[in-house]
Nanobody, 121 residues
């Protein structure tokens, strides 16, 4: 089972990035797919989640209205479109999968390796 996150990079404040998380090794159709992030010196925090089959979404207050999570079932890939990026969005972003997961990190069973997002002022 693998989750491969990609799409991170360096962007100026106000810019946009799109992260991708490609899933392989099993069917994730019954799973929730989430994004978390960890900034230097801080704990990992929830960012967004989508239910692969139903397509519902939920966001952390800090990113609601700026980030959008979506999925492409045919490609087994989940995306995180990040707009109006702020310096405080700088972090290592992880994708994760869990059967009954929402915002709690321990509810996720599988994790990707992380992709770095750096927002400069």
């Amino acid at each position: 089972v693998q989750l491969q996150a990609s799409g991170g990079g360096l962007v100026q404040a106000g810019g946009s990035l799109r992260l991708s998380c490609a899933a392989s090794g099993r069917s994730f159709s019954a799973y929730a797919m989430g994004w978390f992030r960890q900034a230097p010196g801080k704990e990992r925090e929830f960012v967004a989640v989508t239910n692969w089959r139903a397509g519902g979404t939920y966001y952390a207050d800090s990113v609601r209205g700026r980030f959008a999570i979506s999925s492409d079932n045919a490609k087994n890939t989940v995306y995180l479109q990040m707009n109006s990026l702020k310096v405080e969005d700088t972090a290592l972003y992880y994708c994760a999968a869990g059967r009954s997961a929402l915002t709690v990190e321990s509810d996720y069973d599988y994790w990707g390796q992380g992709t770095q997002v750096t927002v400069s002022s």
